[in-house]
């Protein structure tokens, strides 16, 4: 993201952090990382985000302009998610979505992990009853 901020043309360099930051790359990325693992890259993410947002803009980003970017292209965004907002959603959804494929394999940290995150983490708790009134 730091070398398209070289092109000086707005139109292409808003392109590239569209096409850079797909909103389909990040969630995958999310949906397979133990989000207390990555929590520092995520940070970096939405800063770098941020920053050349601020340098296609240029200046920093009202709330409503930073908002109006990270909304889905169907509502008028550019569909670029916030991946701290996302990152424990993401993570708790792809472990419920595999629950019952991993109770009959032989349990491994994963799932370990994500039944001490459920224990600690409320929304992790929320989602989790969410998923189980729609498998159940």
Request: hydrophobic share 40%.
């Amino acid at each position: 993201m730091v070398k398209c901020r070289k092109l000086e043309n707005p139109q292409e360099e808003l392109l590239l952090l569209r096409n850079c930051t797909d909103a389909l790359k990040v969630i995958y990325w999310l949906r397979n990382s133990n989000p207390s693992l990555i929590s520092q890259n995520i940070l970096e993410f939405d800063k770098l985000v941020d920053e050349t947002l601020k340098h296609i803009i240029g200046q920093p980003p009202t709330c409503e302009e930073r908002t109006l970017a990270h909304l889905p292209l169907s509502m008028g965004g550019l569909g670029i998610p916030i991946a701290a907002w996302i990152a424990p959603a993401a993570f708790v959804f792809s472990i419920g979505s595999s629950w019952s494929l991993q109770k009959v394999s032989t349990p491994r940290s994963g799932f370990d992990y994500f039944r001490n995150y459920l224990s600690t983490s409320s929304l992790g708790c929320l989602y989790l009853c969410h998923l189980l009134k729609i498998i159940l």
